[in-house]
């Protein structure tokens, strides 16, 4: 028996791209045992929306459900990368002509956002791959339970709203900020934990993937 491990979380550091608005990531050593100190102690200063996280329907919907109440069932299983390397939006005809065989209950969606990930230089980009109205529609109906996008939104980014209402609402959960790009389209074991944060709509987390 042999397994390989792949990260696709996100490294949390000050230059990650984040969200218009968001506060950003900021640490600070407040403790630095090279200043005489006895020990390290570091602060991070941020949103829960950074990097690699998960949402709940409490993003967009009063009494919807915070992130400590989903089940972490739903982010341990099978699931399945594809690899859509050449659109600039994942709608329902993109994700039609996949020609997937049996709908997973959990989708990761690997694009062109994953190459960003490695440039050097890394700022937000609007033109970034998301999911339109019509391809959230596709994924409830064909009965997804976890979609995951690796940009800081799975929606588009003028659609980031009706997108979310249409998953968020049909209580699917969505895991965004990968970095898909060392993991080839097939299928794996998604391990993905989340910050057990009590009565928030979202928490950074960290996700792997297993090959067997």
């Not at 230059?15 to 390290?40: D, M």
């Not at 033109?127 to 391809?135: A, R």
């Not at 009590?198 to 090959?211: H, M, Q, S, Y």
Request: glycine letters at 8%; a negative charge.
């Amino acid at each position: 028996f042999t397994s390989r491990l792949i990260d696709i979380s996100l490294p949390i550091s000050e230059g990650l791209p984040v969200w218009p608005g968001s506060c950003g990531v900021r640490v600070t050593h407040e403790q630095a045992l090279k200043e005489g100190a006895e020990a390290n102690v570091t602060r991070l200063d941020t949103d829960v929306h950074i990097g690699t996280h998960v949402e709940g329907s409490l993003h967009f919907f009063p009494g919807g459900r915070s992130v400590d109440n989903i089940s972490l069932d739903i982010f341990c299983g099978p699931a399945l990368v594809v690899h859509l390397p050449t659109v600039d939006v994942v709608g329902a005809k993109e994700l039609e002509q996949l020609n997937l065989s049996t709908k997973p209950t959990r989708l990761l969606l690997r694009t062109k956002n994953s190459d960003l990930w490695v440039e050097s230089n890394q700022k937000f980009r609007e033109d970034y791959v998301g999911l339109t109205k019509d391809g959230a529609q596709w994924i409830v109906e064909n009965g997804i339970r976890l979609i995951g996008m690796d940009y800081l939104s799975a929606a588009k980014y003028n659609d980031t709203i009706a997108v979310h209402r249409i998953l968020l609402a049909n209580d699917l959960t969505i895991l965004e900020g990968l970095d898909l790009s060392g993991a080839p389209a097939g299928e794996y074991e998604l391990l993905c934990f989340p910050l057990k944060l009590i009565g928030v709509e979202a928490a950074p987390a960290r996700a792997l993937l297993r090959v067997l």
